[in-house]
DNA sequence: GAGTAGGAACTCC
DNA sequence: GGAGTTCCTACTC
């Protein structure tokens, strides 16, 4: 279950528009982030993702945000992934050693709220505060609980997580510890009645109830289906404007989002913010995961609530509107995705584009996979754009692509030799065709 | 030698 | 069954 912040960011967004269950904000945020105790795995190891792909090979913000007043001492801050080898290399943590020398084997984890400095410490207090953390790179994907703040106007964010007495017979708190490389090594406290799939019965129902209604009322409204992965660049640009509009957020660069959904659900957070500010890049993303989300949970046992979305259906299950070609649909006006970000830093020769963490990663196909290495920006040295209006692309390490997809794919022997047949496999589908001039390694997305 | 093209059998989900 | 993957032969640059 990885769509918590969206679903924060979405009650939150309605706190401040005092839309429908602005009441109850409050509580269901502290409902939401408590009856996730259940979910987060004391093992730290990923055999589903790859331990060197750019989403777990580089510290990844753990974002602190008060979503009321009563946090905002802890705005600011930002933790690093806490499930992550290596220490923290951000320049907000460059004070890093001021780390105890003395840490252990088992350490709680604190972060300074104020300096930035991260400190190992003993959680000795009674007192508590709460806020909301996002760890956006647990290999199960982000999660929200509560965090105590040890100690009576401490600066320390304590990753001591209490769960709400509204959950439990009696208040519990769970402790996160953490090894020298920052991996939770234990999760200890008190166990949370959830649903198996995490999620309280109740809750569940009254998120996919609202949710479900607001997702059948802008299906109806745009005429496009539930499920983005099967919409046309035209379905995404109406529903990209719709959520502007609901949001009212003033971006006029909304032609960039003449794609196919299944490449919008592709794009990462940092390649949507090269397209639209970073307040709309929030709110996209946050309403994506969620329609996402929720018609996932249309196939799931407590969802008869959202029985009435024009086409409940899980991406999971159905990977099929992948096969449609990047380009059908597209109209004259379709351009390709202009992004230009700089590679992040990272020192990893191989590492793979930045994509979102989210189920859609297992069923990527390969010129979603070449596309999304074009888009990135950091890979020009091995495949870049020479046309990017008719799709044009060459690839100039051929060896290192392959290398990548391989790796991506978890197929250690793959080769330009076997990439090459996969591609040419999509001349029958027009997915990609060689130029009108055949020139080596050079390919073209079908329009 | 490296890349291109496509057939065929195969795996994986 | 779709989407590759693997292996292959023949061919071009």
Known sequence: MENWESIERYLLSKEYEALTFDQQVPQMLSEL?????????SDSSSTEFYQDDLAFNKPMPVQVRSPCEQFSKLDS?????????????????????????STSDSQDFYRDAQSYNYTYSDLSSDTYKSCIVRNTCLPSNGYYTNVSNSGTGSEHCGLEIKSEPHWEDEPTSKRFT???????????????SVHPCGVPEDIGRQLLKEFGMEVGEVCRQLQIDADPMLWSPRQTHDWVRWQCRHFHTADSSLEEFYIPGSTLCAMSESELRTLVSSETTSHIKA??????????????????ALTQIP???????????????????MGEEESFPSHSHVATGSTDADRLPDEPVHHHRQTIQLWQFLKLLLLDGGYTDCIRWMDKSKGIFKIENSNRVARLWGKRKNRPAMNYDKLSRSIRQYYK??????????????YQFCK
């Open 429 to 442: 589908k027009n997915i990609i065709k060689k130029t009108e001039h055949s020139k080596r390694l050079v």
């Open 178 to 192: 953490f090894n020298n490389n920052n991996h939770i090594v234990h999760s200890g406290g008190g166990a949370t």
């Open 77 to 101: 801050c930002e933790l690093y992934n806490l499930d992550q080898q290596g220490s923290p290399q951000s320049e907000s943590s460059q004070s890093d050693s001021s780390r105890s020398d």
């Open 311 to 329: 086409v409940p259906r899980s991406p999971t299950i159905s990977p099929t509107p992948l096969s449609a070609s990047p380009c059908e649909g």
């Open 287 to 304: 309403k994506l995961d969620i329609w996402l989300w929720v018609i996932q949970q249309t196939t799931q046992s407590f969802a008869p």
């Open 33 to 41: 982030s408590s009856m996730l105790h259940g979910e987060i795995s």
